[in-house]
């Protein structure tokens, strides 16, 4: 094992997982045809993507501790030290799964890429067009791993910055070095670029596989994480060019006890809202490792829970005062909050509600206030009770760029809360002083502060990978 340098967690024991690489072990199938690496991508490990146990340590997060109905206490030790902003929650002994299945996945996608074009069977553009789906995968891990790992990218010092290794081998027993920020950016923006030329336009099977609006999705996101608005802005507009259909919230409801009726008040499912394949809003489906994410784990914090409003379908649909649904507990009552109750296996990756929140932040801080405030009314047409909804002009913020800005931000927030994207937006909005904030949690009788800017936003690299690779610059 000492020569697994990126300690992929049982690569070489989970589902025969060795025979992807590049060694050929007796009575062991290796992939020839262009089936066989297509394959790869229809996997189960290849339908899953983040971790939601980091959205413990945003300002979305409470987790209550009086009984009944404590949040604290019932959590994995791990879970409750990301709470308390703890850079290090996962032992040598522990499974950090952002690392583990984020590199396990990576090395699916370097098979796929370095092999496929010398396949079997199979078009050129069939080959092309999977190793395409392979670069976007390969990027979008990356792209995860640098921002739980790394300090967020500043154009000024990304390059001496320490990232994370980049993987481009589907070899474990490879030495990887630990990239500079920089470096995994120029790698993720390649893989990008090289996958948007080879995606198809259409759909495939399933919304697990990508198109061409996915790749332009994930050049949105990373741009808008660089700081680059201008090219976020140029890709959220490819992106919705090609999809930007949005879905009433409006004709969902809750059918509690969902589709268990032998579990009496089970929240899986709880509402008729498709999964992420299935669902129109989906450009490129995955959800968390555990499908349900935080669903029964956290609650809203209170700052989370004035951003809505019980006009608001994201807010009834996703949450409920108590749980199960009906009493015995109800956390409104006691702590003026809801308990996140997601229920549906929903989309972690690429949609298109993400992409008009993408485009309304660059028009924002373009000072194109109107068009701007056209997305986000757009899609709150499309959240918000109709009695209740209303068009939002700049007049409505007394023509101030600034309060429309901050308005969008809301926006983003109230969209994507426990998706995995919160603790990437506070770091990014910390480099700007306006949106610097520091984020309270009491926990055991103890107020932990994570503060601007914060090494304390940095997690530690997994132990199982850097007791190899002592020569890897740790975090502070």
């Avoid at 949040?71 to 308390?84: E, T």
């Avoid at 040598?92 to 996945?105: L, P």
């Avoid at 929240?267 to 935080?294: C, S, Y």
Wanted: charged residues 20%.
């Amino acid at each position: 094992m000492k020569k697994l340098h990126l300690y992929i967690i049982s690569i070489m024991a989970l589902s025969g997982c060795d025979k992807f690489l590049d060694i050929k072990p007796k009575d062991k199938f290796i992939p020839t045809t262009v089936t066989d690496y297509e394959n790869m991508l229809n996997s189960g490990t290849m339908v899953n993507y983040g971790d939601m146990y980091w959205d413990l340590q945003s300002d979305d997060a409470f987790l209550p501790e009086g009984e009944p109905g404590n949040l604290y206490s019932a959590r994995q030790v791990f879970a409750r030290l990301i709470y308390k902003f703890n850079t290090s929650p996962y032992d040598q002994g522990n499974n950090d799964y952002t690392w583990s299945e984020g590199y396990k996945r990576i090395f699916y996608c370097n098979s796929v890429i370095n092999n496929i074009m010398e396949a079997t069977e199979g078009s050129e553009a069939s080959r092309r067009s999977i190793r395409a789906e392979a670069y976007l995968g390969r990027a979008m891990e990356h792209l995860l791993l640098v921002n739980t790992y790394a300090q967020h990218y500043d154009g000024a010092t990304a390059a001496t910055t320490p990232g994370v290794p980049i993987a481009l081998i589907a070899d474990i027993s490879a030495k990887f070095t630990r990239n500079s920020v920089q470096e995994v950016y120029q790698q993720i923006l390649s893989d990008l670029n090289a996958a948007v030329a080879d995606l198809p336009l259409k759909n495939r099977p399933t919304k697990f596989r990508a198109t061409k609006a996915g790749g332009y999705a994930a050049l949105a996101r990373t741009y808008l994480f660089m700081g680059d608005y201008a090219n976020a802005k140029k890709n959220a507009d490819l992106a919705l060019g090609l999809q930007s259909e949005l879905k009433d919230m409006n004709t969902y409801q809750i059918i509690a006890p969902g589709p268990f009726p032998n579990v009496p008040g089970t929240p899986v499912g709880w509402t008729n809202i498709p999964d992420a394949q299935l669902n129109t809003e989906t450009i490129v489906a995955r959800h968390f490792l555990r499908p349900m994410g935080l669903g029964q784990y956290v609650c809203a914090s209170p700052e989370l829970t004035a951003l809505f409003t019980n006009d608001d379908k994201r807010w009834t649909l996703y949450y409920a005062d108590g749980w199960p649904p009906a009493p015995p507990f109800n956390y409104m009552n006691r702590y003026g909050v809801k308990i996140f109750l997601r229920g549906d296996y929903y989309n972690n990756f690429l949609g298109v509600p993400e992409m008009y929140l993408v485009r309304a932040e660059c028009l924002a801080r373009e000072g194109k206030q109107a068009d701007a405030l056209a997305d986000i009314n757009k899609l709150r047409l499309h959240r918000i009770t109709p009695a209740a909804y209303k068009a939002f002009a700049p007049a409505d913020f007394g023509n101030d760029a600034e309060r429309v800005l901050r308005f969008v931000l809301d926006e983003r927030r109230r969209e994507l809360a426990f998706t995995g994207i919160r603790v990437i937006d506070l770091k990014r909005l910390n480099k700007e002083p306006r949106f610097a904030k520091t984020i309270k949690h009491t926990a055991e009788g103890t107020v932990y502060e994570l503060l601007p800017n914060s090494k304390e936003y940095l997690r530690q690299l997994w132990p199982n990978a850097t007791v190899f690779n002592p020569d890897w610059p740790l975090n502070p």
